[in-house]
């Protein structure tokens, strides 16, 4: 029953309808629309709206109030859950740090207890669906990670089969640069882009990859793993192996790195400062210093919004998007690194591909993950209960 | 009437079919099959099959013989056409020498020429649809070049509404590569891939797309545009204007210029033969030169497809596609350049990325083209006959 799939799809992208509506949209008989709409009341998934207005029947039906879905990102050392209610509304929302690198047990473990205690808040009842983002390569298929290089202990670890059982609801597992694309696609700043780059900046380099509406994800179901184009043929070596790859040259890791290294030398006494009071140096610290006007830090923005730029520039030209969105924690350096990235895209790409094309940062921020993944949870089930 | 186009499709890729076997594939009732394939031969467009058996209605039907559809492949320097009937198989060919510089009247009036030709020896009565790539960008919804860089007096040419107006029929535009790619995907090497990239390696350098079983030409319809990625920050500055665009260093164009300085300058006592001799070297010189274990030659070769290599490593991880085929004028190269892209694919993409890509010479050769504007071609009749 492909058709409660549809009703459900707008009822969460537009809100209550007239059920003249819904059977104008979907192309259904009246006496079809109510007895499908009796099948989706019965299960809880779809009410008539506002039923205060006495004996008659409202014309209108929403979503059922109860349903709620969960959002979860994963990042390398941190947990974001967010519930939702059935139009994707955040409902609550939990984060705290955590170390993916101590193995799924302890990780999902966490997640648990985290939803649990949402739960006991009263954020819901029951979950209709859970989607999961993690930090390395997924088996969409199989709901599994796949040879995550920097998640040990992870690899082909059952986390949907083990999520789906504790919940009893539908679960969908996906990599973290997804989730944060799917986020930007249906709820932020590329709502209803055609074609769609999503460029993940944070401690690794990632692209989310919408074509002809749809999320991307290759033959193998890695594409868009920019973080390891190689972008200079000598150093440095990339944490991969291989030489001159985009993220060991500009990334969370790669910029804090360099920032160090400028405070150590002396070449910017800001980032020496900050070093000396804090022990360390974080690419929040170079955006705070380019801020202040520190010349180094600005160089260190420039040049990575320069690498970034070119490598978005050779994949415009291959690939004519409508969009490039950029995410992920690096996107405090703002608009001095969007400048750079927009100069060379827009001087190196084919004029045809760069005519229409915006360059945009992220409007959902750290929000975009756990968004996507209640969308992706809320497709599911959606489709589960058709 | 989707089901016209779906029935030509049927018989045109698979043969003669039963009445029965049509109206299982398209999930059709008998006496509707019937109705729609009296509709089709009313039209001429199928036949009953074996109409040999006496008084006996045959059970299979086939496109009917009269069918002829036109694949025209405009390069930089030639004209190549051929006839073939429904099923796509060639009937005529003719191939000559041409500048695409001479415009649009020129060009068009010599393809005119040749068909006429091609009519009187009987190749044809009537066509039923012309499909025809030029080397540029084209706007496939207004069948008209855009912008193109080599092409004088292109631009925004009616081609397709000149074209439809005097054989009085359908006629899809497309870009060279494009319809190389169609071709390949359609009848080559490539048969079924889901997602391909054809590298066309010629006088200038360009990918063809395919993802999800569909040609990708991207938002505003110029994908592919990978001979003016930069493969590095220096000289040499490209036609385009840019500088290290893969184009400049490695293609038909760059490959000449750089055989003709080292038989100049006398590195290679082999090329420097051939020039004496011929007055010129070209990309088949060096093939020739290298199979004949001339170091230079090999060089060039090696060089060039490690440069290629670098460029498709990226894409690669970007897209992640089920097959690469390398096509065009260039792959004379050989086994040398498709042993040292394969090398650079292999060593730089994630290995879940390369495990189970096919990196391959085309299979049509010179015929890609043709073909491939030919399947266009009969896309858009049967199309048009719904």
């Not at 050392?77 to 609550?92: M, Q």
Request: charged letters at 20%.
């Amino acid at each position: 029953m492909d058709f409660h799939r549809r009703m459900l799809r707008l009822l969460r992208d537009e809100g209550p309808l007239s059920r003249a509506d819904l059977g104008n949209r979907l192309n259904l008989s009246r006496p079809r629309v109510m007895a499908e709409l009796d099948r989706l009341m019965a299960g809880e998934l779809v009410r008539e709206a506002d039923p205060s207005r006495g004996g008659r029947r409202s014309p209108f039906v929403e979503l059922h109030p109860g349903l709620r879905f969960a959002g979860v990102d994963l990042g390398i050392t941190s947990i974001d859950v967010e519930i939702t209610d059935g139009r994707l509304e955040p409902v609550a929302a939990y984060s705290e740090a955590a170390d993916i690198r101590s193995g799924p047990q302890a990780v999902l473990s966490r997640v648990g207890d985290i939803l649990a205690k949402l739960r006991a808040e009263g954020a819901y009842q029951r979950l209709h669906g859970i989607g999961i983002g993690v930090p390395g390569p997924v088996s969409f298929r199989d709901g599994v990670p796949v040879s995550p290089p920097i998640m040990p202990g992870w690899d082909r670890y059952p986390v949907r089969r083990l999520l789906a059982h504790e919940h009893n609801c539908p679960v969908v597992v996906d990599n973290d640069v997804n989730i944060m694309a799917v986020g930007e696609r249906y709820g932020g700043v590329a709502r209803s882009a055609e074609s769609l780059l999503f460029v993940k900046l944070g401690s690794g380099v990632g692209c989310g990859i919408f074509l002809g509406g749809e999320l991307y994800r290759g033959s193998d179901g890695c594409a868009g793993d920019i973080g390891h184009i190689q972008v200079q043929p000598h150093d440095p070596v990339c944490t991969c192996g291989s030489i001159g790859c985009l993220e060991a040259l500009f990334s969370g890791i790669a910029l804090e790195r360099e920032a160090t290294s400028a405070a150590r030398s002396g070449s910017s006494p800001a980032l020496a400062r900050r070093l000396a009071l804090q022990g360390s140096v974080s690419a929040k610290d170079v955006a705070e210093c380019a801020a202040g006007g520190d010349a180094v830090s600005l160089q260190l923005i420039r040049e990575g919004g320069r690498r970034l730029g070119g490598v978005l520039a050779g994949l415009v030209s291959f690939i004519n998007p409508s969009m490039i969105v950029i995410g992920g924690g690096l996107t405090g350096l703002g608009s001095v690194l969007l400048a750079e990235i927009r100069s060379v895209v827009y001087r190196r790409s084919l004029p045809l591909a760069t005519g229409n094309l915006p360059v945009v940062l992220s409007e959902l921020g750290t929000r975009a993950g756990v968004a996507g993944a209640s969308f992706l949870a809320s497709d599911l089930a959606f489709e589960e209960a058709s």
